[in-house]
């Protein structure tokens, strides 16, 4: 017996195909949104290709985990979509392949991404991260390229600012070139004004040669100008015909040892995050430990004080309720007063001081303890996560029938929005300690999960979940809206209507809406205690109802154009709506129990009432202009 079957191939073939397009167009998609981030790092600094292909390189296989779920979910539901709207999944049905045998082989595969999704954060992904880290550090410690613009000044060179106001890009030369110098020190400060001027990097790219043409150069020659008046302020004057100054430049890329961001929880792998999380542990402990310490010393030195009285603590109470606190205060002299304050507001300080020592010595430790713990589980939630969204993806795209890229990519963007705003908002709130950890990382799991095993129930059971047309008409009843009649003429009628006979059925059927209206008196308000716990069915609209629509049924057989539309200003009757708000008589009885929705039913039943009302005034004036018009054909054929 086979284990792999022709269809499980078929299957696997459809589904591999679109998930190998998908996963590297979400993780495209991920990669220019964090291109984007530092692209003031990436520009203008002259990386080489190789610099590049690394930056691009560590962040793809950074994102490969969260590329994974997005792309099971968009290619389940293509897959499943195509299948359905080809009648391909349709015809597995109706040979006796369940659903959930036809998600079996996707099953094994998704269970292989979790697998590997697990193995990406665990093992790939930290270095990836760490390495990542190293080099954005470098790419923004790297001086940029030596693009000197026209017309502003240009600070990029340490200690230089340079002004030109033209360039030749051909020849690179720079023309009305002014330069501020502080290289040296704060005090030794240039002022340079050239006609021309040329800028070089050396061979060795540690310095850049500026090579200046008829010019001047300025020189303060005093360190203590800053305090003395500027007409007093000496300084040099130095007239040049071309000058040559090396200015210390380092145009190499230097990368930062990838070691100095070990530390951090994402370039860590679950064995490190959780050894770093015993440690914080464990350092949190200790400088509580300490203040218990310091505490239980406090309060031994107080009772080896106290340890000769044996009723010290009546005899502190009785002082405290017994001693003239009042009068002592008042008893101080000023000088004795103010020290007493100071004394107070001084040890105030100091057990404040060192409250708040401790404070920032434990608010780092508990931050970093519970970026590791929130690290620790999103290893696990991220593998789930392709799981969920196969379970959510398969299931939706075999109810709605779609392939292709169109309905199936915005519903997939859609869930999947939804997912990262709950995962984002639930990891944030774990980390600054407003949630529960656990909860907040898996707040999204749980979110996701109950909807698969939902979808998967209704698609396995063919529920037309998303069928249109049954909550059009849901919302329908539930506002009390109804449909308009649409008959056309026929083009071939076989029996001609009777006319004599539906005449005589009409003026009937207006003596009856009128007796109706008389007896049943539907501008009154509705008796509650009828409608929500003694219902009684009214058979008389009933029976108009059924009467009515066959005459309309034949009449629409008439041969004439104006009368077939004549047809269409007959309302639709609805005969309970009148009467109850629920055909389930609990429902009802529940409805008129809980007050204030059984007092919104309660008008909406008078309101269907007065709907009929006017339906019943309709039915026998346009019944009249029916047989009018009968009489009219009769007389033309005549």
């Not at 959930?100 to 590997?116: A, D, E, N, T």
């Not at 529940?590 to 039915?619: C, E």
Request: net charge neutral; proline share 3%.
């Amino acid at each position: 017996m086979r284990i792999i079957k022709r269809l499980d191939l078929f299957i696997l073939k459809a589904f591999l195909q679109l998930f190998a397009a998908t996963f590297f167009v979400c993780l495209f998609v991920f990669m220019m949104q964090y291109t984007w981030r530092y692209i003031d790092e990436l520009i203008g600094k002259g990386l080489s290709m190789e610099v590049l292909g690394k930056f691009f390189w560590y962040m793809a296989l950074n994102f490969v985990p969260a590329a994974l779920p997005p792309g099971v979910l968009l290619a389940s539901l293509i897959t499943f979509g195509n299948m359905g709207e080809k009648l391909e999944l349709l015809a597995m049905k109706a040979a006796g392949v369940p659903l959930l045998r036809i998600l079996s082989p996707l099953f094994v595969v998704v269970l292989v991404l979790c697998g590997c999704s697990f193995y990406f954060q665990n093992s790939i992904a930290p270095e990836a991260t760490k390495r990542l880290a190293a080099l954005i550090w470098s790419m923004k410690q790297k001086s940029p390229e030596l693009e000197i613009p026209e017309g502003v000044f240009y600070s990029e060179i340490p200690g230089y600012n340079i002004f030109v106001e033209r360039k030749d890009q051909k020849t690179g030369m720079l023309y009305g070139v002014m330069i501020y110098s502080n290289a040296n020190t704060q005090e030794d400060t240039q002022i340079v004004l050239a006609d021309s001027a040329r800028l070089q990097s050396t061979a060795d790219k540690m310095h850049l040669m500026l090579t200046l043409y008829s010019g001047e150069r300025f020189r303060n020659m005093d360190s203590r100008s800053a305090n003395m008046m500027k007409a007093q302020v000496p300084y040099m004057r130095e007239t040049f015909a071309h000058e040559v100054d090396l200015i210390e430049f380092d145009g190499n890329f230097n990368i930062t040892d990838a070691s100095l961001f070990a530390g951090n929880a994402q370039t860590k792998d679950l064995q490190s995050i959780r050894l770093g999380i015993d440690s914080l542990t464990h350092r949190i402990d200790s400088v509580g430990a300490s203040v218990y310490e310091m505490e239980c010393r406090t309060s031994m030195e107080r009772q080896l004080i106290h340890k000769d009285s044996k009723d010290s603590a009546r005899i502190v109470a009785e002082v405290e309720k017994t001693l003239p606190f009042d009068t002592l205060y008042k008893n101080l002299s000023h000088e004795q007063l103010q020290s007493t304050i100071r004394t107070a507001t001084s040890k105030v300080r100091q057990l404040q001081a060192e409250y708040e020592f401790r404070r920032l010595l434990t608010d780092e430790d508990n931050r970093m303890l519970r970026v590791h713990k929130v690290e620790e589980h999103k290893k696990f939630t991220y593998s789930l996560a392709c799981m969920l969204f196969f379970f959510i993806g398969a299931p939706l795209g075999a109810i709605i029938r779609k392939g292709g890229l169109g309905m199936p990519v915005i519903i997939s963007v859609s869930i999947f929005i939804f997912y990262y705003i709950i995962n984002v908002s639930g990891e944030k709130l774990a980390k600054t300690g407003i949630w529960y950890i656990p909860f907040g990382v898996w707040l999204s799991s749980m979110v996701l999960a109950p909807l698969g095993v939902f979808l998967t129930y209704k698609s396995n059971q063919d529920s037309a979940v998303f069928n249109i047309e049954g909550y059009r008409m849901f919302f329908m009843r539930l506002f009390g809206l109804r449909e308009s009649r649409k008959l056309n003429r026929k083009d071939v009628i076989i029996n001609e209507p009777d006319y004599p006979k539906l005449c005589q059925q009409m003026t009937e059927l207006q003596n009856d809406c009128k007796s109706y209206v008389e007896e049943k008196h539907l501008v009154r308000m509705p008796n509650y205690k009828k409608i929500f716990f003694e219902y009684e069915k009214d058979t008389v609209v009933a029976d108009i109802d059924e009467r009515l629509e066959a005459i309309i049924e034949e009449l629409h057989n008439s041969r004439d154009t104006r009368l077939v539309m004549m047809l269409n200003e007959l309302p639709v009757l609805v005969p309970d709506a009148h009467t109850r708000p629920f055909d389930n008589v609990r429902w009802n009885m529940a409805a008129g129990i809980f007050l204030p929705l059984g007092l919104f039913f309660w008008f909406r039943i008078w309101r269907y009432r007065l709907r009929l009302l006017r339906d019943m005034a309709v039915i026998q004036e346009q019944t009249q202009n029916i047989i009018n018009r009968i009489g009219k054909i009769n007389e033309i054929y005549e």
